[in-house]
C-alpha cells in the first residue's frame, strides 16, 4: 500500500460511515461511555453499549466490528468478555480493544491473557500499554516499563517494536497513540501526525478513538480503519484547540469537527507511510 492508495481508502472509508451509518457496539469504560457513544455518532456511525453476555453476542452478529474497552471493570465482565471474544474470534468477527491500563490488577490482567488466543484485529493503546502487552504475551521484554493507570510513562517509538510484533502475532493492526500516532499490520507503519495537548485535559479521547476505529472498520479493512481514526481525531484536535477557550469547549469543538470535516481533508492530513522489510 502506498500513499495514494491509503489516502484513497481513507477518502472512502470517512464516505462509506457517513452514508451507511454503520453501528460498531461496545463494552466500554463507564467514565468515558458518552464520549465514546457522541463520537461514534459524529463520524456518523451508530452506538450501542452493552455489557451482559447475552446481550454482548446477540448485539455483536448484526454488526461489523466490536469494541472492547478495560478502562473500568466490574466483577462481572469476565462473564461477559470471554464468551464474546470467543464468539468474535470464532467467527471471524473484527473487534477493536483497548486493554486501558494493562497489567494493573488480577482480573484486567485474566481479561488480557485470554484475548492472546482471540486476536483481535485492532489494539488501540498508548505507548506502555502496548509494551506491557508484548511482554504479557511473551512477544518482547521490557523489564523498565511502568504501569501508571490509565497514563503512558513511555513514548511512542519506545513501543514500535512491540507493536510491530503484536501486529505480526495477531494478524491485526495496533495503533499507539501519542504526540505522533503509529499504526501497523507488521508490514508497513504510518504516523499520523496533528492532535493537540488539550486531549490531555479531556476524559475519553483515547477511548473514543478506539470506538471510532471500530466504526471506521465496519467498512474498511482493519489498517485503513485505525489510520482513518487517528487522522481524523489528529486533524480535528489541531482545529478545535485552535477555537477552544478551555476544556469544555474543546471537546465541543472538537465533535464538531468530527462532523464537519470533509473527506478530502481528513486523508490529506500529515501522514507518513513505511514498508518494513518483513
Not at 454488526?63 to 466490574?74: D, K, P
Request: with cysteine; glycine share 8%; proline share 2%.
Amino acid at each position: 500500500m502506498d500513499e495514494q492508495e491509503l489516502k484513497q481508502g481513507i477518502t472512502k472509508a470517512v464516505e462509506d460511515v457517513r452514508k451507511t451509518k454503520p453501528m460498531a457496539p461496545s463494552i466500554t469504560n463507564t467514565v468515558t461511555v458518552n464520549f465514546v457513544a457522541n463520537a461514534q455518532l459524529a463520524v456518523g456511525g451508530a452506538a450501542a453499549m452493552v455489557y451482559l453476555a447475552d446481550e454482548a453476542e446477540a448485539i455483536a452478529s448484526i454488526s461489523q466490528s466490536f469494541y472492547v474497552n478495560l478502562g473500568t471493570m466490574f466483577d462481572f465482565y469476565m462473564d461477559t468478555l470471554e464468551p464474546l471474544s470467543d464468539y468474535l474470534h470464532e467467527n471471524n468477527h473484527k473487534w477493536v480493544l483497548d486493554p486501558v491500563a494493562a497489567g494493573l490488577g488480577q482480573m484486567r490482567s485474566q481479561a488480557i491473557d485470554y484475548f492472546k488466543d482471540k486476536t483481535p484485529t485492532i489494539i488501540r493503546a498508548n505507548a506502555t500499554e502496548i509494551l506491557t502487552i508484548a511482554e504479557m504475551w511473551g512477544l518482547a521484554s521490557n523489564s523498565k516499563t511502568k504501569i501508571r493507570g490509565v497514563e503512558a510513562e513511555d513514548e511512542v517509538e519506545e513501543a514500535k517494536d512491540a507493536a510491530i510484533a503484536i501486529a505480526s502475532y495477531t494478524g491485526g493492526v495496533v495503533a499507539v497513540s501519542g504526540k505522533v500516532d503509529l499504526i501497523t499490520d507488521g508490514k508497513v507503519i504510518v504516523h499520523s501526525y496533528g492532535g493537540s495537548e488539550m486531549m490531555e485535559n479531556i476524559t475519553g479521547a483515547g477511548c473514543s478513538l478506539a470506538g471510532v476505529c471500530a466504526i471506521y472498520e465496519c467498512v474498511t479493512d482493519s489498517l485503513t480503519a485505525a489510520v482513518t481514526a487517528s487522522q481524523i481525531y489528529n486533524l480535528a484536535g489541531k482545529i478545535a484547540s485552535k477555537k477552544a477557550n478551555g476544556p469544555g469547549s474543546f471537546e465541543s469543538e472538537f465533535l464538531d469537527c468530527l462532523y464537519n470535516l470533509s473527506s478530502e481533508d481528513i486523508a490529506n492530513n500529515k501522514f507518513e507511510i513505511e514498508e518494513l522489510d518483513v
